[in-house]
């Protein structure tokens, strides 16, 4: 049975890493967007607590859905515990993040610093989701 307790620290964890990693790569994401002035940037956005939500929600998925494959393979006989949820979170963000991103930032001219501040907050997510739910994920 999955333990929703983790499932929501995963999130609650995963997102305030994202708060921090942006916080310190603004400038650089901003510059990477093509974006001068940040103040231009957050009007485009809309309602500052819009981004933050939808943000928030997207971890809160993201961390049940991965505690939903944990929970798979340790019925299947993998051992859980932070080894294997950080394994795990790893193949998936490079299985789907990594190439989803790769390819819509292709298409969409994007800088490379784009891909990389972006594929690295997705993997901090996941790695941190992945430890947290290997650890508790599963009562």
Do not use: C
């Not at 901003?30 to 957050?42: C, E, N, S």
């Not at 933050?52 to 944990?70: D, K, N, R, S």
């Not at 949820?85 to 790893?90: C, D, F, P, Q, V």
């Amino acid at each position: 049975m999955l333990n929703y307790v983790a499932v929501l620290l995963a999130a609650l964890a995963s997102f305030a890493f994202g708060a921090a990693w942006y916080g310190v790569l603004a400038k650089a994401w901003l510059a990477a967007r093509g974006v001068v002035d940040g103040q231009q940037a957050m009007a485009r956005v809309g309602p500052i607590p819009i981004p933050y939500l939808i943000a928030f929600l997207a971890e809160l998925v993201m961390a049940w859905m991965l505690a939903g494959i944990l929970l798979h393979l340790a019925r299947a006989g993998l051992a859980l515990g932070p080894r294997n949820g950080l394994i795990s979170a790893a193949f998936l963000w490079l299985g789907f993040i990594a190439t989803t991103l790769v390819v819509n930032h292709a298409f969409q001219g994007a800088k490379t610093a784009l891909t990389i501040i972006d594929g690295g907050h997705w993997l901090g997510v996941l790695l941190i989701q992945g430890a947290i739910l290997g650890a508790w994920g599963i009562s």
